[in-house]
């Protein structure tokens, strides 16, 4: 379905565009509802235009040779899929899987052609390109040094921080947070029940709630302070 004008305007680098291709981008502009869970690439797929979030949330993952999932990162509201961009631009293949998150996604899209030719004359979708490269890039690298570095324990408890709402509720199942952090889903009940025997977080069908923050902020500050 086309969109509005109010809807373009949600993204800052199509406010700070030129007015004639601000025009380009809302004619040819498409939004389309995710279900939750549906694919939206997989690996090897040809990107042939540009995604954006508007609401929800897109999960790009990785597949192990032992099976097991992996959570690269998360697209939220505001941003695009780097490894989609990079494909764009270089002709590659899709490295990944990208699928609507928990909530589902509203997402809009461009073309390639039109992306291409608003980046080589719009600073703003330039800056928009480079600020989603570099905190991608950080990411990542939070994400590798994590799995390089931190205990299980530690990394399942950054991931509750990243998906608590603002009541601290992670509405994830133990197989879905096992499949974020590429491991299988005894070891997460384990370290689950381990937390809960301390106060730490409270357990429920489908939904795990932080009980005690600062605490597991203290315990996180001490396995990140440990010599390596």
């Not at 002709?91 to 899209?109: K, R, T």
Request: aromatic share 8%; net charge negative; glycine share 8%.
């Amino acid at each position: 379905m086309k969109v509005s004008e109010d809807i373009v305007d949600s993204f800052s680098f199509a406010r700070e565009m030129r007015p004639e291709t601000r025009d380009r981008l809302l004619t040819d502009m498409t939004r389309t509802i995710v279900p939750p869970g549906t694919d939206i690439l997989h690996p090897g797929d040809s990107v042939n235009g540009v995604y954006f979030v508007r609401s929800g949330a897109i999960r790009v993952y990785y597949i192990g040779l032992d099976g097991r999932e992996g959570t690269l990162y998360w697209i939220q509201p505001g941003e695009s899929c780097i490894l989609a961009l990079n494909s764009l631009f270089t002709e590659i293949p899709y490295p990944a899987w990208a699928s609507a998150d928990e909530g589902g996604a509203e997402i809009l899209s461009i073309s390639g052609a039109l992306f291409r030719e608003a980046f080589a004359r719009e600073p703003a979708v330039q800056r928009f390109l480079f600020e989603q490269l570099s905190e991608r890039v950080f990411s990542l690298l939070q994400l590798l040094e994590g799995a390089m570095r931190l205990p299980q324990e530690e990394r399942l408890v950054l991931l509750l921080f990243a998906q608590a709402d603002e009541t601290g509720v992670v509405h994830l199942s133990q197989d879905k947070l096992a499949r974020h952090l590429g491991t299988i889903r005894e070891v997460v009940s384990r370290l689950l029940r381990n937390l809960a025997g301390q106060g730490l977080i409270a357990l429920a069908p489908r939904k795990v709630t932080i009980l005690d923050r600062e605490r597991l902020e203290s315990m996180m500050r001490g396995a990140t302070d440990d010599p390596i």
